[in-house]
């Protein structure tokens, strides 16, 4: 079970911040990439940023880059995704996902990721 939630609702101006924050539990969290994927109305499924199990190492679309800051805390089985300075580009609904160990590449769909969130809606205003 994994559970995506942004604080405020997820409502956001541009220029401003975001974290996100997504729970997992139902499967060995330490073992598990997490990703942060968003689709953009009338878009496909992008993957925004992705954090490897064991190394931490984190990975980010180039739009992302500089402005997304994505973390794990594996006490808590939770991954985070700070967004600062966002765009109204940024809008639309965020799935945290799970795969066994590494990211898949940044920008893709993750149609292999094995766990699934439902997805919480980012709005960023202009």
């Known amino acids: 079970l994994m559970s995506a939630a942004g604080v405020w609702g997820g409502l956001v101006q541009a220029g401003g911040s975001l974290r996100l924050s997504c729970a997992a539990s139902?499967?060995?969290?330490?073992?598990?990439?997490i990703g942060w994927f968003r689709q953009a109305p009338g878009k496909e499924r992008e993957g925004a940023s992705c954090i490897n199990s064991g190394d931490g190492k984190a990975y980010y679309i180039d739009s992302a880059k500089g402005r997304f800051t994505i973390s794990r805390d594996n006490s808590k089985t939770t991954v985070y995704l700070q967004m600062s300075s966002p765009k109204p580009e940024d809008t639309g609904v965020y799935y945290c996902?799970?795969?066994?160990?590494?990211?898949?590449?940044?920008?893709?769909?993750?149609?292999?990721?094995?766990?699934w969130g439902k997805g919480t809606l980012v709005t960023v205003s202009s």
């Open positions: 139902g499967f060995p969290f330490d073992d598990y990439a």
């Open positions: 996902a799970a795969e066994r160990w590494i990211c898949p590449t940044p920008g893709t769909r993750g149609d292999k990721m094995d766990f």
